[in-house]
Nanobody, 127 residues
């Protein structure tokens, strides 16, 4: 059984920073691809960042590029999302996700490609 536990959300002022973490347990490996998604009020869940298995290549949505960084620490079975220069538009519930499938970035940006999800952590950015 694979479990993902998200943490690190909170209330922050615009321009501030937060670091989200996702601890992974169970039968996984560093070859799995991990991602962070978010769901803003009234919006569909969207991919903000992906870190691919084996290569650790990364992808970012245009809306967060240059501000967010996804990384992983395989020794700690943890994936991080460092979020800098946050804006009110970043307010959302953030979810980490994991998949063992191999594919392309276009596949990994789709929520349906992931079998395992964290419970979500709320990020609220005030103006």
């Amino acid at each position: 059984q694979v479990q993902l536990v998200d943490a690190g959300g909170g209330l922050v002022q615009a321009g501030g920073s937060l670091r989200l973490s996702c601890v992974v347990s169970g039968r996984t490996s560093s070859s799995w691809t991990m991602a962070w998604f978010r769901q803003r009020p009234g919006k569909e869940r969207e991919c903000v960042g992906v870190i691919m298995g084996r290569s650790d290549s990364t992808y970012y949505a245009d809306s967060v590029k240059g501000r967010f960084t996804i990384s992983r620490d395989n020794a700690k079975n943890t994936v991080y999302l460092q979020m800098n220069n946050l804006g009110v538009e970043d307010t959302a519930v953030y979810y980490c996700a994991a998949t063992a499938i191999s594919g392309t970035i276009s596949l990994y940006t789709q929520a349906k490609s992931y079998d395992y999800w964290g419970q979500g952590t709320q990020v609220t950015v005030s103006s």
